[in-house]
């Protein structure tokens, strides 16, 4: 744990560091919320950290790649929400609820 | 260096607090304007590493777009916005396990492999030099992911259409 004792510069250690722990609160999140909504934020949050984690690595190798899967990364969360929001509204119409406990027609 | 080191620990703080919030308000909404925090933290710590095309994409995608979604969908829904609605169920000690397990690999892997590379916020990158990257190396996922995002848009309208 000595690089992470009184540095005179910031290193990419500290925003990996960062981003693994907004990954593990969103992954907690996701494990002890029931409303799907509020599920769907944690996954953003975990697809946050995951974006921290490319522009640090892209910024210490100096590598522009990292920006640009940063970019599609986005891409595909917009895409994700969109879908996962027009599921959750289906869902709602027919059982007028959103909590995931609710959705259990296929438990044994 | 110590302005950036100060700056990078209050952004962090305010991430950190944020996400913290997500997880554990019981307004639906609040959750949602914490994420707002969260989103807005990330954006200021990417251009604190130089890279402002990221940052204002984060802005205006995450921020403008999908926080106004996520509005929407509770709106639609008519989520619990009472204390009394629990929004938690009882998987509160496996979740303790799994948290503890996930921050001390991800953690001690990151800094035991990465802890001598050095942040370099002397030379921000150009916008310029990140779009002739996706118009020139990325050009076919760029399209690909184009498609989809048409593909996921029609399939939103689908899925949530009245009939």
């Known amino acids: 744990m000595s690089a992470l004792a009184y540095p005179d510069h910031i290193t990419a250690t500290y925003y990996l560091v960062l981003a693994a722990i907004l990954f593990t609160i969103g992954a907690v999140g996701l494990l002890v919320r029931k409303n799907t909504l509020v599920m769907f934020m944690c996954i953003e949050l975990m697809l946050n950290a995951a974006n921290l984690t490319f522009v640090s690595f892209a910024n210490a190798l100096n590598d522009i790649s990292g920006q640009v899967i940063v970019f599609f990364t986005l891409v595909v969360a917009a895409a994700e929400v969109a879908v996962g929001l027009a599921i959750i509204v289906a869902i709602f119409r027919r059982r007028q609820s959103v909590n995931a406990d609710d959705v259990d027609l296929l438990k044994g | ?163």
């Open chain 2, 1 to 163: 260096m110590i302005a950036e080191n100060v700056v990078f620990g209050i952004i962090a703080a305010a991430m950190a607090l944020g996400a913290i919030g997500v997880v554990r308000t019981k307004n639906v909404v609040h959750a949602a304007l914490y994420l707002v925090v969260v989103l807005a933290g990330g954006a200021a710590q990417f251009i604190l590493l130089g890279q402002e095309f990221v940052a204002w994409v984060q802005v205006l995608v995450y921020i403008g777009a999908v926080i106004v979604l996520f509005l929407f969908g509770i709106m639609l829904t008519r989520a619990p916005m009472h204390p009394k609605d629990s929004l938690d169920n009882d998987l509160r000690w496996p979740a303790a396990v799994t948290s503890l397990f996930l921050v001390g690999i991800l953690v001690g892997l990151l800094v035991h492999t990465f802890h001598a590379d050095k942040v370099d916020v002397q030379r921000p990158v150009r916008t310029a030099d990140v779009t002739s990257s996706i118009f020139t190396t990325y050009i076919v996922p760029f399209e690909v992911v184009g498609v989809l995002l048409l593909g996921a848009l029609i399939g939103a309208v689908v899925l949530a259409r009245k009939d």
